[in-house]
């Protein structure tokens, strides 16, 4: 079965410290991993992609298919990073997007 | 970046009247676009794909004749919940493929539906 787990549904870390999220997907193939976060009062929007192996706004994430994780880090988190974040997997190019619970992220001065 | 937007932001409706919701790609050709529904802290689930020009494609589990979708044009998409109940209240959220990079959906802002 398709799966995606984010075993913390609420996280809470103080600003400056390193924060991890974690994501582990059970999947057929080889899926698209995505990050979306959605901020308060605003809409879903794109984090990052493993395809790109980017950095955005200080945050990254590796994918390890032996462990079939996809676990989002920041190494000094701040205040604006506090938000829902989703790990989404999808099978192919265009197809749907299968969320994961999410995980609130609080960053406390 | 691409634009998704939703009509209306926020409705309140009487239980057995029918509600549209419009999701339109204001700066790009969408020719898959979305329908998700949240409630209250969780997650997104999806209800059903749609391609333009076809029949949308809905999850299990979600009624088709009580979530109208019809997907006209390359830029518009319409959910409508026909003869809405107290449990349809919802956040309802679309997004649309086809504007960015050749992987990224975009999502609308939602629309809150409160069925009284």
């Known amino acids: 079965a398709q799966r995606v787990t984010q075993p913390e549904k609420l996280l809470s870390v103080f600003k400056g410290a390193p924060v991890e999220l974690k994501c582990n997907y059970s999947?057929?193939?080889?899926?698209?991993l995505f990050w979306y976060v959605q901020y308060s009062r605003q809409r879903l929007q794109l984090l990052l992609r493993?395809?790109s192996r980017e950095s955005i706004k200080g945050f990254t994430a590796d994918l390890n298919k032996g462990e079939t994780s996809f676990h989002l880090k920041k190494p000094f988190a701040q205040e604006e990073d506090s938000a829902m974040y989703y790990c989404?997997?999808?099978?192919?190019?265009?197809?749907?997007?299968?969320f994961g619970e999410g995980t609130q992220l609080t960053v406390n001065p | 970046g691409a634009v998704v937007s939703q009509h209306p932001s926020r409705v309140i409706c009487k239980s057995g009247t029918s509600v549209k919701i419009e999701c339109r790609s204001l700066?790009?050709?969408?020719?898959?676009m979305f329908w998700y529904r949240q409630f209250p802290k969780q997650s997104l689930m999806l209800m059903a794909t749609?391609?333009?020009?076809?029949?949308?494609?809905?999850e299990q589990g979600v009624e088709k004749d009580k979530f109208l979708i019809n997907h006209a044009s390359l830029t518009l998409s319409t959910l409508t919940v026909t003869s809405a109940h107290p449990e349809d209240s919802s956040f309802y959220i679309c997004s649309a493929g086809g504007g960015g990079g050749p992987n990224e959906q975009f999502f609308g802002p939602g629309t809150r539906l409160t069925v009284l």
């Open positions: 493993h395809i």
């Open positions: 989404v997997p999808r099978r192919t190019s265009g197809s749907r997007l299968t």
């Open positions: 749609s391609n333009e020009g076809s029949k949308a494609t809905y």
């Open positions: 700066d790009f050709q969408a020719t898959t």
């Open positions: 999947y057929s193939g080889s899926p698209e």
